[in-house]
């Protein structure tokens, strides 16, 4: 039940990172190399102030970035040196946080646009609508095993609402 529960969360995960198509021009920076953890931070910076000039609530801003581009993140001293960051969540369990009024998210599900370039998405919590609901589920006996199994249907959905609360940096790893 566990895995599933994790699988569905993935494909909803996945529909929710496809949105990225609807955002404002206006927020969209074009494909940028990312080869250093200085220009990793350069780009959240970027991307703030493009929420900034769209006139976007600073309350629950997050960014969502791929795990080489979190990697980046973690190789800048400004998250993981206690003196700088106030915490050592970072040196100690691969945690970034808070970087720039954003919540820091890694995911596998960040768009891979084209070999190298990835999708790195930023907005606050109004801009995009989400809504799930498990319709059935039930249990049963699956023929070739002696064990139970639940089986389910998932239902869900979500719309960009508000395409100027959202930001998105091509990101290149080279």
Known sequence: AT???YGLADVADQYIASLYTGVDSA???STYSVTTAAKAVEQLVALKVK??????????????VPPWYHGLLLLDD????????GTTEALRNGVVGRAFGFDVYV??????VTGDDWIVQA?????????????????????NSFSD????????GAKLVRPTGSAVLTASIT
Do not use: W
């Open 123 to 143: 907005g606050y919590p109004g801009a995009i609508s989400f809504a799930e609901q498990i319709v059935t589920v039930e249990a049963y006996r699956p023929e």
């Open 149 to 156: 199994a639940l089986k389910g249907l998932h239902v869900y």
């Open 51 to 64: 929420l900034d000039n769209a006139n976007v609530p600073t309350m629950g801003r997050y960014v969502i």
């Open 107 to 112: 995911s596998n599900n960040c768009i891979n």
């Open 27 to 29: 927020n969209s920076i």
């Open 78 to 85: 400004r998250f993981v040196r206690l003196d700088a960051s």
């Open 3 to 5: 895995e599933s529960a």
